[in-house]
């Protein structure tokens, strides 16, 4: 079995504001093995930074227990501390400071010598694309750049689990898909744990080997993206009526189906969840067909992490700032 890099048991924390209480995190367990990206996704204000601040040790948890690399969150915070790596939303580089001069001066901190520092420094510039920018200000550089620089400063010190809070949040498509294949370097180069948070289903989805939902500061489900999908069950099935009085008709239809859920009409179209999408999409062309029903469309599509978001959440990630899922295949009736 891969050794646990992370092990929490009801992490709690509780925020007092004057005499107002905020439950910011109620109770979450996680585990997470040596060398896997896990995605912790959740709307805004779910609990996922006061999370990862528990567990990066810049926040203490006002209940529960966490190992981190191996060190006691409570008793040996130190030890957590030089196991792993944190790169915040803000970053942590000062805009006018040389970007190399930040990285060595953060890994003096960790007790590497300037030599050792610089070397690793340039080598981890040159895997991220930063060749060439050493001398340069962090105001200077573009956002992808930047992004890249906090990381290489979180990574400074040879951690065996990083955290990253939100990295590709502001960042254009271009610049989020170069930082994901950074990412999977990490963990295929240097066998590196990723822990991070993302507002983007595009991102935990292509990214993570596993994804955790939070909602209202606890985790209400977990799994790979696929298995997550399953949960939701079947297929979900588009049918848009031509002439908009026959929109009735063709829901009842949908709703015949075998196995269907009662489905939704949104003005001219129909909105169901079917067990096999493809089963029923010939189906129901034979029974439209019989009925003399026209349609201007109709598809059927895997769900995707926003159907599940929806169904656990009652929100969706897109609602809340999130990337748009990928477009549904439509296919022409
Ligand atoms: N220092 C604080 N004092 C009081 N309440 C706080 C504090 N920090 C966070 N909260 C509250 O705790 C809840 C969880 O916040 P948190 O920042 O963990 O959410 P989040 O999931 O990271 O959100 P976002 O996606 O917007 O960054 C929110 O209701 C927030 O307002």
Known sequence: MLSRVIHARGLARTFRKRKEEVHAVVGVDLDVSAGEIVGFLGPN?????????????????????????GCDLRTDPVGVRRRIGYVSQSGSTAPEARAGE????????????????????????SELDLDGLWERQPKAMSGG??????????????PELV???????????????????????????????????????????????????????????????????????????????????E????????????????????????????????????????ALDAAGLAVSGIESRRPSLDDVFLGLTGRSLRESGGAPAPAPEEVPA
């Open 102 to 125: 930040e990285v060595v001066d953060h890994a003096r901190l960790y007790g590497m010598s300037t030599a050792e520092a610089t070397e690793r420094g340039k080598q981890l510039f």
């Open 247 to 286: 929109a009735a008709e063709v829901a009842r239809l949908v709703g015949a189906l075998p196995g269907a859920e009662p489905p939704q009409l949104v003005e001219t179209r129909v909105i169901g969840r079917v067990p096999h999408g493809g089963r029923a999409l010939v189906e129901l062309v034979r």
């Open 163 to 245: 955290f990253l809070d939100e990295p590709t949040t502001g960042l254009d498509p271009q610049a989020r898909a170069n930082l994901w294949d950074h990412i999977r370097a990490l963990r295929e180069e240097r066998g590196t744990t990723v822990f991070l948070t993302t507002h983007y289903l595009d991102e935990a989805d292509a990214l993570c080997d596993r994804i955790l939902v939070i909602d209202h500061g606890s985790i209400v489900a977990e799994g790979t993206p696929d298995q997550l999908k399953s949960q939701v069950g079947g297929d979900v099935l588009t049918v848009t009526a031509e002439r908009p009085e």
């Open 145 to 158: 750049q930047r992004r890249r620089l906090d990381i290489a400063v979180g990574l400074i010190h040879v």
């Open 45 to 69: 204000g779910a609990g996922k930074t006061t999370t990862l601040r528990m567990l990066t040790t810049l926040l203490e948890p006002t209940a529960g227990t966490a190992t981190v690399a």
